[in-house]
């Protein structure tokens, strides 16, 4: 059906080209593109041989033209950035330069400010509907999966949502006393921001992790949640309309927290370079280099993951609650693509979200969240490509 050029080679990169393989009626021919090439060939060497033809590339995606070089050469259909955020205007940049579908599954970030706002990317809307393609943001599982949960609890079992807690609790244990699932960098940014929710039309602002509760998780039990800020807040609040409140919960222990208040204090998450030995670092960048790779996470974790929204509102002027949930074990993931289960549910969720734009689907000029399209056949293929989800229509609320 069609070509994909997938760029970044890490953790996430790493699923989405184990799933594109898996589907190679849709996924064609890759080309997988990143800074380090000994990465992509690692991957392909490791993919090749099945149906989806594979190519590689060293790729610096902070430059917009060797982007466009590389598009012009293989001629994708789509994009798939699972880069960092840092490379995403630069990637959408390369799209409009060539009329080329895009799809990512985290929003624009600065390098020297973390803001976790879609304002950098939906300024993007006139001239993507203009050049006729189409750039869905945040197709991870939190941003992603989450806000197609919502749009299809809005679809099926509300007419009007009050409430949404989006709660993801992590229970695996790697056995290092301190390491990130994913990118430490972009990880230890969103922990250490304020939280902030949205509630009656405003956003309140509450001190880093001050927010905490118990919840007893399907499949993991009872977890110390913490109330974050977190980016598909942000789109929820405009697309679920009349939503009075929506809140974003993570699950993070005594111990990880312990670690990361230590590393606050001592100044190592800053990202305010310093000067060390002549030269200026940002000691969070320096950090990053000295915990664990999140790649080298997956033979060790095991547990599982429980992501989901608990919402509550009305239907045929009846209150009515809803919980839709996925539950993925590190261990069953990494036995199938070789990375634990974060890297997993992003990686399904972006290889889904590119199946749909490839399929036209979710095919409409201009930039999106995953929430304004129909969540049907997205969610038929959750279940078909490892990510299977459950509904409670009687859960425990959140106060
Ligand atoms: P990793 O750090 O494991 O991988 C990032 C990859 O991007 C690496 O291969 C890296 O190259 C490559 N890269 C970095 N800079 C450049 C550049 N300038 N040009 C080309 N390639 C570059 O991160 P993850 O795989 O864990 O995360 C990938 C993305 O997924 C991130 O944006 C993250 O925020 C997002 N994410 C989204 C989630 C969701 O649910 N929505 C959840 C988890 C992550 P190199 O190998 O040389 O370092």
Known sequence: MGKALIIGAGGVASVVVHKCCQNP????????????????DALKDKLD???TIIQ???LDADNTQEIIDLIESFKPDIVINVALPYQDLTIMDACLATGVDYLDTANYEPL???KFEYKWQWDYRERFEKAGITAILGSGFDPGVTGVFCAYAQKHYFDQIDYIDIVDANAGDHGYPFATNFNPEINIREITANGRYFEDGKWIETEPLSQKKVYDLPEIGPKDIYLLYHEELESLA???KGVKRIRFWMTFSEKYLTHLRVLENVGMTSIEPIEF???MIAPLHFLTKVLPDPA???PRTKGKTNIGCIIQGTKDGKPKTYYVYNVCDHQESY?????QAISYTTGVGAMTGAMMVLKGIWKKPGVFNVEEFDPDPFMDALNKYGLPWHEDFAPVLLD
């Open 56 to 58: 590689t590339a060293r």
């Open 238 to 240: 405009i697309n679920i």
């Open 112 to 114: 020297d400010i973390p």
């Open 25 to 40: 009626d849709v996924f064609e021919e890759i080309c997988i593109a990143s800074r380090t090439l000994a990465k992509c």
């Open 277 to 279: 030995e002549g030269k």
């Open 335 to 339: 036995e199938e693509v070789g990375s």
């Open 296 to 298: 080298s996470l997956g």
């Open 49 to 51: 041989g099945g149906k």
